[in-house]
């Protein structure tokens, strides 16, 4: 069992920046894929950035390219998601998933993560 716990969300005015983080007490997290995504109210769960295991390769949403920005430290068991330049519609809980043996064509889709957080709130006012 994963156990992932999310902090970091908060309001605030567009333009500003937030940092995510995600811990879990697992020793093997350097064996997992980690991932960002995110849920409006009435939408799905959509993919923001992920993480290979090695911290080698990351992935981001062509909405937050550019923006946000996905890491890890395998040594402290966390990944982060600084969030620059925010928009209203950035507005969501954000969750962060884990599994192992994730494929990089798989990393976007939700179903491909087995352990998830338990989210934090994002509020981006105009």
């Known amino acids: 069992q994963v156990q992932l716990v999310e902090s970091g969300g908060g309001l605030v005015q567009a333009g500003e920046s937030l940092r995510l983080s995600c811990v879990t007490s697992r020793r093997t997290f350097s064996a997992y894929t980690m991932g960002w995504f995110r849920q409006a109210p009435g939408k799905e769960r959509e993919f923001v950035a992920a993480i290979r295991w090695s911290g080698s390769r990351t992935y981001y949403a062509d909405s937050v390219k550019g923006r946000f920005t996905i890491s890890r430290d395998n040594a402290k068991n966390m990944v982060e998601l600084q969030m620059n330049s925010l928009k209203p519609e950035d507005t969501a809980v954000y969750y962060c998933?884990?599994?192992?043996?994730?494929?990089?064509?798989?990393?976007?889709?939700?179903?491909?993560?087995?352990?998830w957080g338990q989210g934090t709130q994002v509020t981006v006012s105009s």
């Open positions: 998933g884990a599994q192992m043996a994730v494929a990089p064509s798989s990393y976007p889709y939700a179903s491909e993560y087995g352990y």
